[in-house]
């Protein structure tokens, strides 16, 4: 049995969550995980899935407040022996309650342009040109909640 957490900065399972998503986002890109990304995640909601059979954490993704109204979904991730079982989605329609709870009314991404269609059967929608950056391209995508 999988469950959706809120997970504390600075916490074990924050802790956690910066190792797995260094292992499936950014190590596979060739990027570090640094202290000032730590500094500005402080302020940043986070949400992780747990597999509770092992108290272990499959996936996770944070929600950073943009302004007012809108937020910026990041780094969503899930383990590579959990993936394609509905966690992703699971943890992105949490994110959106969570957001909507917040007050938040829109939610917007840069996802990577290979894993937009994930995002776009969740209702989000392509806004603007697909873009690179560090040689992985993206693209900007919205939804309101
Ligand atoms: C992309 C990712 C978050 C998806 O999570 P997941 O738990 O594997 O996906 P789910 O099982 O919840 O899939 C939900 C739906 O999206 C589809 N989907 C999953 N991964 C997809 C992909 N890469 N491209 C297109 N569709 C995808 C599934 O087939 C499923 O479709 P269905 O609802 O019609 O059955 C996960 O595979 C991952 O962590 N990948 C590596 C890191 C990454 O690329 N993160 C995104 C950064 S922008």
Do not use: W
Not at 24 to 29: A, D, G, M, R
């Amino acid at each position: 049995m999988k469950k959706i957490v809120d997970i504390e900065f600075g916490s074990q399972r924050y802790e956690e969550l910066v190792e797995l998503r260094y292992k499936v986002l950014l190590e596979p890109l060739g990027l570090k995980f640094l202290d000032s990304h730590r500094d500005k995640e402080m302020g940043y909601l986070h949400v992780g899935c747990i597999e509770q059979l092992d108290d272990k954490l499959v996936g996770g993704l944070m929600l950073a407040p943009v302004d007012d109204k809108t937020i910026r979904m990041l780094q969503v991730a899930v383990d590579g022996k959990y993936q394609n079982e509905g966690i992703g989605k699971s943890l992105v329609k949490s994110a959106e309650i969570r957001a909507k709870e917040a007050g938040f009314k829109i939610i917007v991404m840069h996802a990577m342009l290979s894993v937009a269609d994930f995002y776009a059967k969740q209702g989000y929608q392509q806004k603007g040109d697909i873009f690179e950056e560090g040689g992985v391209t993206f693209v900007k995508m919205v939804k309101k909640i």
